[in-house]
Nanobody, 125 residues
């Protein structure tokens, strides 16, 4: 059984930082690209960032470039999302997802095979 469990969300003020973590179990972590997505109230789920299985390739949504950094520790089966200079518009439920590696990091929601339940990030102004 595959499980993805996120942690690290919370309530912060604009300009603050948070680091989200996602631990995967039940699969060989290094077989998967990992992504972070978010969904704000009343909006569709959107791509945030993704990383290739050994971390050589990353990609980001334009809205978070320069502020967020995705990384992974394959020894710990964990992917991270470091979020700096947070803005109120970053408020959302953040989910991690796993995409069995086919050679390309992708932003498409439909490409991802497994999903976590999410962690709430709230940024006050």
């Amino acid at each position: 059984q595959v499980q993805l469990v996120e942690s690290g969300g919370g309530l912060v003020q604009a300009g603050d930082s948070l680091r989200l973590s996602c631990v995967i179990s039940g699969r060989t972590f290094s077989d998967y690209a990992m992504g972070w997505f978010r969904q704000a109230p009343g909006k569709e789920r959107e791509f945030v960032a993704a990383i290739s299985p050994i971390g050589l390739t990353t990609t980001y949504a334009d809205s978070v470039k320069g502020r967020f950094t995705i990384s992974r520790d394959n020894a710990k089966n964990t992917v991270y999302l470091q979020m700096n200079s947070l803005k109120p518009e970053d408020t959302a439920v953040y989910c991690c997802a796993a995409d069995r590696w086919v050679g390309q990091v992708v932003a498409s929601i439909t490409a991802y095979d497994y999903w976590g339940q999410g962690t709430q990030v709230t940024v006050s102004s």
